[in-house]
DNA sequence: AAGAGGACCAACCGCTCAATT
DNA sequence: GAATTGAGCGGTTGGTCCTCT
């Protein structure tokens, strides 16, 4: 016999989640950390199945979640991975710590798709003129087109690696700049900008919105936090404020999860703005047991693509003499 | 002003692989 | 080792919002 069935399929709750039910997901997850997603539903009385539990979590709930539009640098990346890597949409999110593989693949599918076709169509008058080759990216099709079939292997070979040759020098163009922004000193919350153009509330945002109701359902509002808030705070940070306190405490004595002194009371100030892009956020060593990687020190151990991708970054390096058979095999 | 069509995005579905019993 | 579930992934759908006519 196998494990017991993960939840009654019969009871459960479809379709949009409510602020009521996030706000019950969320705390449980902040008191007993992320995963054992089975016993989520039984333990906080959600009409969910675990995996709809897990997927709000990872795709929306989850801190460090950057939300809105997609900066240059993003786009940049995500369309190189996508020449890279395919349709692998978590591999590539491992790239962009602060978006959901779910984000990435609307966005490809809702604006970067149509964006390359464009560039395609326009491109291919010239092609047909010039011989670039740029069609089947748009596809995440590392084969040759069916207007290729009568290239000789070689040229074929030669092709694809130029192309690979210029997808990398694109990657490491976007990676640097990516890095320059996560390596970026912590800067103090209150001397931090909100530079967000997301016209949607971040989950944060959505969640500090119905803590009244669940502040005054619990009595743990401390006194002490409340003192030190500043008339000059939203409202919105206020509640986040008095919120995050006790939670962050709960992590720490429950997960060992947060290692330095770190300055909880910014937790969910920083959470709240939207643009947590600006520096690497708290959260993610406070949730650093998750599968979404802080870019600095979590990032996941060098494959072949990254080693390749830093390790040489003069563009010279071995992939480019590689047969296309030995190559093959990372795409 | 209204409705038709498109764009966008959260959530679901179905599959695979690893883990568990 | 077989049976079964959990977790994760990519594809797809359906609801909502926006834009155009």
Known sequence: M??????????VKKGPWTP???ITLVSYIQQNGPGNWRSVPTNTGLLRCSKSCRLRWTNYLRPGIKRGNFTEQEEKMI??????LGNRWAAIASYLPQRTDNDIKNYWNTHLKKKLNKLNDNSDHD????HHRRQGYSKGCHSPSSSETTMSKGQWERRLQTDIHMAKQALCEALSLDNKTINLPQIPPSKQTTTTTSTYASSAENIARLLPNWMNSSKKS???????????QTQSSLINHQFQSPLIDGYENNNNLIHNNQNNMSYYSNYSNSDVSQSVSPETSVFQDESKPNMEDQMP???FLEKWLFDDPSGQGDLMNMSMEESDGFF
């Open 2 to 11: 196998g494990r017991p069935p993960c939840c009654e399929k019969i009871g």
């Open 20 to 22: 009521e039910e996030d």
């Open 79 to 84: 369309i190189h991975l996508q020449a890279l």
């Open 127 to 130: 092609e047909h003129h010039h």
């Open 222 to 232: 401390s006194q002490t936090s409340s003192e030190s808030v500043e008339t000059t």
């Open 301 to 303: 151990p060098l494959s």
